[in-house]
């Protein structure tokens, strides 16, 4: 029995709407070039078709580092369409972190572009495992490929990709996703409203699992997909009222960046209607200050993992959802909480459960790894949270990040939080560190503070500890407050700051707290 195309991820996000609305503007790249669906699937029907002709078959492992926007979306989608599995690739990995990640990707095909061909060069004559490379540049506009739909090499359950983990230990864990499983993903904007003109700006991050939280989701919901190759602040004020962008998808540090300039000030961001923001906590302060600032923007708060993107999804800023959670399990999905036995529990702080169609298969080649997180139809992925009766997920953070002072255990989030709302203060990133201090549990820890200012403020240590001694409980009080210039944060390729790295404080400045 022929197998529904439906089932293949590339014609259910692209082919699909390119039939029914051929002349709707699909893509925007870099404010140079447009391409509508109809145009958009010829050309990734070509790069499929030059592919093939380069002997990337079905079920053939493909390396991908690919860093332009556009070779992003074109060759992922196109290596879908023909049933390739693409290891995707993070062009910011160290030179010694990508070799070892393609040596035990089961790769044999690489495909690059102009961006990474010095790295390329460099891990080459290190990986005979590969025995075709590809330059993106060879499957460009010129090709005299064929524009007709190439035959059809992956479905529904059968791999898509391996997206990469952050790796904050080892190497990252090769998240397995189907063509099922993306395809769930991308129903993301069936729980957020969006009208006929909705458009979805973003940057480079799309490579890895932002490919299907991001590209997928815009092209299979039928938005009009701005692709820059900087989405930092600098870049988002010029390009949101160029493109009247009305929907993007970030992280609250982007926030505290944008607005702790007074450069956002004369710039016209009225059209955007959606912000979803995940990855890290939505503190009251800087929602605040979003919705003084964009007061027409629907505000929602998203969990999930690489391992099950965006579980759940809530709108904060009207009263739907409170403040501090991260919604409820989106359309398709489910959440629960559970206690150390495995119980499902309801208002008690356990581990959270995800589980969906869009939930990865596993890790691949890590069948330990995988057996560890996988239980039943859920993922348990070692973050904290409770589930309200109703089902509205709070997250409390991981598991490593909770701090024990004072023999009472806290979330940095809420310190954080209360330094936040602080005059002058733009962000704040809080840490446990060892106390070391003879009679004390081992375990014990002190907190570590670092903070950083608004622009035009300057911050004064001692006086914010004053006003934290105020609002904080005693186990949540710092036992050191450094102003620093800036905090460490993951680099994503959004151009913006990725998310906090906790223990980046704790390594740069624990010493501080040394006795």
């Known amino acids: 029995m022929a197998r529904s195309p439906y089932g293949n991820y590339g014609h259910a996000i692209l082919t699909a709407a390119a039939m029914s609305t051929p002349d709707r503007v699909a893509l925007t790249y870099c404010g140079e070039r447009s391409f509508t669906y ?43 369409k023909i049933g390739a599995v693409t290891a995707a690739l993070n062009p910011y990995w160290p030179v010694d972190t990508l070799r070892a990640v393609v040596e035990q990707s089961g790769c044999t095909a690489f495909v690059y572009d102009s961006t990474v061909e010095g790295v390329v060069a460099e891990i080459r004559p290190s ?76 940057g480079a991050i799309i490579w890895g699992i932002g490919f299907p939280a991001i590209v997928g989701p815009a092209l299979y919901a039928g938005m009009r997909l701005v692709l820059e190759q900087d989405w930092g602040p600098a870049n988002f004020l010029r390009v949101v009222p160029r493109e009247r962008v009305t929907h993007v998808s970030q992280i609250p540090s982007f926030y505290a ?155 940095p989030v809420a310190v954080e939080e209360a330094a936040a709302a602080l005059d002058g203060v733009a962000e704040a990133g809080a840490v446990g560190v060892p106390a070391h201090v003879d009679g004390q549990d081992a375990a014990e820890q002190r907190i570590l503070l670092a903070v950083v200012a608004r622009s035009g403020h300057s911050l004064d240590a001692a006086k914010l500890a004053r006003a934290l001694d105020d609002i904080l409980a005693p186990h949540q009080r710092p036992d050191h407050i450094l102003v620093a210039d800036a905090l460490p944060h993951f680099e994503d390729a959004s151009g913006g700051p990725g998310k906090l790295l906790r223990r980046e404080i704790r390594e740069r400045h624990g010493h501080l707290l040394e006795t």
């Open 38 to 80: 109809d145009e958009l699937n010829r050309t990734v029907n070509r790069r499929a078709h030059a592919l093939l002709a380069a002997g990337v078959t079905p079920g053939r492992r493909v390396a991908a580092l690919l860093n332009e926007t556009l070779h992003v979306a074109e060759v992922y989608l196109a290596q879908a």
């Open 127 to 202: 990986l005979p495992a590969i025995t075709t490379w590809i330059n993106a540049s060879d499957l460009s506009d010129g090709s005299d490929a064929s524009e007709e739909e190439p035959p059809l090499g992956g479905f529904h359950d059968d791999p898509l990709a391996l997206y990469y983990t952050s790796g904050t230990t080892g190497l990252p864990k090769p998240v397995v996703h189907t063509h099922a499983s993306s395809l769930a993903t991308a129903q993301i904007w069936l729980d957020v409203p969006r009208g006929p003109d909705a458009v979805f700006g973003t």
């Open 257 to 411: 960046a944008l607005l702790g300039s007074s450069e956002h000030e004369a710039v016209d961001l009225s059209s955007i209607r959606v912000i979803m923001l995940g990855g890290e906590p939505l503190t009251a302060t800087m929602l605040g200050r979003i919705k003084d600032r964009l007061p027409d923007a629907g505000v929602y708060s998203y969990y999930g993992q690489t391992e099950a993107p965006y579980t759940c999804m809530g709108r904060v800023d009207d009263g739907s959802t409170p403040l501090g959670s991260s919604g409820r399990a989106r359309t398709g999905n489910a959440v629960r909480v559970t206690d150390p036995s495995g119980r499902r529990v309801v208002d008690e702080v356990g581990e959270i459960n995800l589980s969906g169609p869009h939930r990865m298969s596993g890790y691949d080649g890590l069948p330990d790894k995988t057996a560890e997180v996988l239980r039943g139809e859920w993922y348990v992925g070692g973050d904290l949270g409770s589930v309200s009766p109703d089902g509205v997920l709070r997250v409390l953070g991981r598991r490593e990040d909770a701090i024990l002072k004072g023999g009472v255990w806290t979330q």
